[in-house]
């Protein structure tokens, strides 16, 4: 039996405290961006000069500015300080929801929702979690905050067009600045504030790392592919609503109807074919099978737009590849990102995941309102095809997990030696330790790790 190390202890009180009321705000923050994605191509429509193109601006918008922002933000909060930074996020991500509450126009909603994108507090929150967590306990922490992003996307799926229904475009967004207030109550409310706030590898950007992060290749293919992805998806909903209501016949308030079916059925099926990627260590057969199904997916919404079933059916395969990608992408990235530069890839990857929902919408709107809905569909799957291309000579990824332990104390040369040590134990691939951190950061397999062996070289320092 394994010896009980301390990274094998449970989380206490306050962590878990943490890491849900976190989880929270990043949820509740997500469902403001998410909310109008099911119905605004349709609401935005009747709004003083809409035009395609800028009804895909306005969806799209918060992409750029939460591209831009995101990295300025958790390094503005390594001077400032993680709540006052998060809280500004959070009022301007506020005055967004209200100014584009207020417009009567297309150019009020698009300045409104790039207000809300540069209220990018993602990695600031990402920051916090780690502030509050120990070592041993980050990956769940990071898990809950991962899963809330989920949830988010699937309650707005299904509440958006009954909400819409209820109290129109103005009243979703007045809703999405309550739900924004209500993540700052939680923020002084709930969260605790950390003893101590310092830099985290595994968690947060370091600017001078980001020339190693580019010179990964396999790096940036999953780059390349959660740009693609959220591409599609943007661009996708700048239409698909269109479709349901306009050729399904679909009022948007029970448009619902059509989602929250597609959603559970696509969540219950990718489960196994996670299981066949993770368990059964399938991960690049897994990836390409499911970016063929949602270049499928978009190839057939050209052809059976007109058909309820046809159009049911294509959802299903579309959401199924598109959740278990989403899953998948940054497992890919934990799994390949060398153990100390975790939280730079992530940077750079989350980066480029809202450049791509920016492109998604702008590439859409133009597409839509020069050529027509059908083109847009061919636009996505050429997209789809051409990352299938781009993934197809990825090399397969490494099973491995990230593995943080803390060692604090340790000099420069002890850290030196412990790292040699770390890297002859059975079943341990990398080992990081930097001794200013007071972590050794390690990935490992661990259906092989010795824990014997690790105990023993963690017990002689």
């Known amino acids: 039996m394994k010896p009980a190390f301390e990274f094998d202890t449970p989380m206490t009180r306050q962590e878990l405290r943490a890491s849900l009321s976190l989880a929270v705000i990043y949820m509740l923050r997500m469902l403001g961006m998410f909310l109008i994605l099911p119905v605004f ?3 935005a429509r009747d709004l003083p ?3 395609p193109l800028k009804v895909g601006v306005a ?7 939460q591209a831009v922002f995101q990295i300025p933000f958790g390094l503005w909060s390594d001077r400032l300080g993680r709540k006052p930074v998060i809280t500004a996020g959070l009022l301007l991500f506020v005055l967004g929801s209200i100014v584009a509450a207020l417009s009567d126009s297309i150019a009020g909603v698009i300045a409104g929702r790039s207000l809300q994108g540069a209220g990018a507090v993602a990695a ?4 916090l979690a780690a502030d509050l967590t120990r070592e041993e306990h980050r990956t769940k922490a990071m898990a809950l905050i991962g899963i809330s992003i989920g949830i988010s996307f699937a309650v707005s799926m299904v509440a958006g067009p009954v909400l819409s229904h209820w109290m129109g475009l103005k009243g979703l967004f007045w809703l999405i600045a309550g739900l924004a207030v209500a993540s700052i109550i939680v923020l002084y409310g709930v969260v605790p504030s950390p003893a101590v706030s310092r830099f985290h590898r595994d968690a947060q950007v370091r600017a001078a790392s980001f020339g190693l992060v580019f010179r990964q290749p396999e790096l940036l293919r999953l780059d390349y592919g959660i740009f693609s992805l959220h591409l599609i998806l943007t661009a996708t909903f700048v239409v698909l609503p269109l479709i349901i209501k306009d050729r399904l016949g679909l009022a948007t308030e029970d448009h619902w109807h059509l989602y929250l079916p597609v959603f559970v059925l696509a969540i219950v099926c990718m489960v196994p074919f996670v299981i066949l990627a993770e368990k059964k260590r399938k991960m690049k ?3 390409l099978a499911f970016i063929a199904l949602v270049a499928l997916a978009d190839t057939g919404f050209i052809l059976l737009a007109e058909h309820f079933w046809g159009v049911f059916l294509l959802l299903f395969v579309f959401f199924t590849g598109f959740n278990l990608l989403e899953a998948t992408l940054p497992s890919m990235v934990s799994k390949i990102a060398p153990p100390d530069l975790k939280g730079t890839a992530m940077g750079v990857y989350s980066t480029a995941q809202f450049l791509g929902a920016f492109v998604g919408g702008v590439g859409a709107g133009w597409i839509h309102g020069h050529y027509g809905v059908a083109p847009v569909f061919l636009f996505c799957a ?6 299938l291309g781009v993934a197809l000579f990825m090399k397969a990824p490494r099973h491995l997990s990230s593995l943080l332990v803390n060692v604090e104390g340790i000099s420069s040369a002890q850290a030196h030696a412990l ?3 770390l890297l002859s134990v059975t079943g341990i691939a990398e080992a990081v330790v930097v001794a200013e951190d007071g972590v050794a950061y390690l990935k490992v397999d661990k259906d092989r790790l010795d824990h014997a062996l690790l105990a023993e070289a963690l017990a002689s320092f």
């Open 49 to 51: 000069d809409a035009t």
């Open 382 to 387: 050429v997209i789809a095809l051409l990352w």
């Open 124 to 127: 600031v929150v990402m920051a």
């Open 41 to 43: 191509a349709v609401l």
């Open 59 to 65: 969806l799209s918008a918060y992409g750029l500015t």
């Open 419 to 421: 790292c040699g040590r």
């Open 285 to 287: 057969p897994v990836f």
